[in-house]
């Protein structure tokens, strides 16, 4: 059987592709017959429309999770679910340019950076296929005699995946590895600027045997697509990846029915600069912190916070590296640096740099959109930097999600530190230095789910990664993240002679 995709309809005239919902294994219509148009943001042209659902399609949806919970998908062992995971990490990689090329169009991002993104998807997949066969329970000595207890993780149930438009795929693959080795089903809501690829992957997992059901994708809005996942007492957890403000909203609403949560945020994380490290490699980690993806992942290392001693040097290296930089078409291997992803995404940052200058900061590279041959319409901007930056003023505490640098200087450990958790935020931190002690001690000090030492930006299927603070609530990744996709049972057993009458023990 063939894999490519099978969009509902060429509209050849505008050269876009329909695609439908993708329910019960295929392709569907929503009911009301809405769409939304899917840009390119390095040509500014529409090339794909999706379903925008309304309640009755997310009605479906959950129906049809629902029954493929309770159904065929229940009596999979352990073993079926693992096997499955192998072949559908395969197909991806079989698939993987593909899958980066259609993310790029959605996106803007390097289609090097998609496409190393895609070649690590089946190591997520293969590693929950080893997880989902190891033992999920404990027998528990008691402190009652003739009594036997045990426990067991069961799935949670139908799982609401809800996720941004940076890294659709891999932010997916995140909560479905763990899902579905769970065993529970999935309902997955792509961020309306990046469907495409999420219907895609949904389609070879349908190919790679997976029953109808177990994995659905609604498209559409927040408003109401996502909303009626997160409020629809079909939907017993809500795993969210996205903005702290979205985040908020959604623990709201899942709050009044109790769901299960876990969220992934914003960040507005340090990378630290001490005197004493390696400043070539320090710089090349403080470009690739802020820069990699256009400043677009949650973890950037948007507040660079360097000593004083070496605070010129730094900022000086720093802004004639950002000026080097080759903003391009995403798809050319020669490019650095892709596009915003979408329109309100571009002006935010602009507005960003406004607000910057309106603050005091000093521009030492960038503040304007970047013009690329034969990408008029693409929303190209120069990698910015912003120097004297303190740590109060709103670039230093908002998340722009761009590529804005905010270098801050610090005096001693102390003082960086400080400054590091004067933040709403707490997702990740960097830190710089040629001290084995200085490098733990500050680790240990900062409030941040994820801390690297003379390196930024690593994350991996086998350690976990999630805020501390307003930057989320639970794990992914790791193998504590299968628990977050069950629920625990207590069994007690008699093993003694029965009960007797509570209120005539003698007899
Ligand atoms: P967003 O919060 O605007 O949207 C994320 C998803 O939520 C989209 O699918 C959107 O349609 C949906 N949504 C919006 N409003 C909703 C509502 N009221 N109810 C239910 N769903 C709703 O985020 P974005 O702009 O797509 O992505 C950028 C943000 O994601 C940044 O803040 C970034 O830091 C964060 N992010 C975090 C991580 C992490 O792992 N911590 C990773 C990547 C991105």
Not at 105 to 128: S, T
Not at 168 to 195: F, N, R, Y
Not at 212 to 229: E, K
Not at 342 to 368: F, M, N, S
Request: glycine share 10%.
């Amino acid at each position: 059987m063939s894999l490519a995709p099978s969009p509902l309809s060429p509209l050849t005239e505008l050269q876009t592709t329909r695609y439908g919902l993708f329910i019960d294994n295929q392709q569907v219509e929503p009911a009301d017959g809405a769409y939304l148009d899917v840009l390119n943001p390095a040509t500014g042209r529409v090339w794909a429309q999706v379903p925008d659902a309304s309640l009755a399609d997310v009605d479906r949806a959950v129906a049809s999770a629902r029954a493929a919970f309770e159904g065929e998908w229940a009596d999979w062992r352990a073993a079926d679910r693992a096997a499955f995971l192998i072949r559908f990490g395969q197909a991806i990689a079989d698939h993987a340019d593909e899958i980066a090329q259609l993310q790029v169009d959605e996106n803007g991002k390097l289609i090097r950076e998609m496409a190393g993104q895609a070649r690590l998807m089946p190591e997520y997949f293969n590693y929950y296929a080893g997880l989902a066969q190891m033992p999920t329970g404990h027998t528990n000595p008691l402190h009652l005699k003739q009594m036997l207890n045990y426990t067991v993780r069961e799935p949670l149930g139908v799982v609401a995946a809800i996720t941004p438009w940076n890294s659709p795929l891999l932010l997916l693959v995140w909560k479905l590895g763990p899902a579905l080795a769970a065993g529970c089903t999935v309902i997955a809501k792509p961020s309306e600027i990046t469907p495409v690829s999420t219907i895609r992957i949904a389609e070879l997992a349908a190919e790679c045997g997976l029953p109808p059901g177990v994995f659905n994708v609604v498209t559409g809005y927040g408003q109401p697509s996502g909303t009626a996942l997160t409020t629809h007492p079909g939907v017993d957890k809500i795993a969210f990846t996205g903005s702290t403000a979205t985040g908020q909203a959604i623990a709201a609403a899942a709050g009044r029915s109790l769901k299960s949560l876990s969220l992934e945020l914003g960040g507005k994380s340090p990378n630290i600069v001490f005197e004493d490290a390696d400043l070539t490699s320090a710089v090349n980690g403080l470009i690739a912190g802020i820069f990699g993806a256009s400043g677009q992942t949650c973890m950037a290392g948007s507040r660079i916070l360097v000593q004083r001693s070496v605070y010129d040097r730094v900022v000086e290296e720093l802004a004639e590296r950002a000026e080097r930089i080759t903003v391009g078409d995403p798809q050319d291997d020669r490019s650095e640096m892709g596009t915003i992803a979408c329109r309100p995404q571009y002006d935010k940052v602009l507005h960003y740099i406004d607000v910057a200058k309106g603050e005091g900061a000093r521009l030492v590279a960038g503040g304007t959109p970047a013009t690329v041959d034969g990408f008029e319409g693409g929303l190209f901007l120069r990698p910015t930097v912003f120097a004297d930056v303190r740590n109060d003023m709103q670039i230093a505490q908002e998340e722009v999600f761009g590529p804005i640098a905010a270098v801050i200087p610090f005096e001693d450990e102390d003082d960086a530190v400080r400054i590091a958790n004067d933040t709403q935020f707490g997702l990740a931190a960097g830190v710089w230095t040629g001290n084995v002690q200085r490098a733990h001690r500050v680790a240990g000090k900062l409030r941040a789910g994820t801390v690297w030492i003379n390196n930024y930006r690593k994350t991996g299927y086998n350690t976990p990664f999630g805020g501390y603070k307003q930057s989320g609530v639970g794990r992914e990744n790791g193998p504590d993240a299968l628990r977050e996709y069950t629920e625990e049972k207590s069994v007690w057993v008699d093993m003694g002679q029965g009960v007797k009458d509570p209120f005539n023990p003698r007899a």
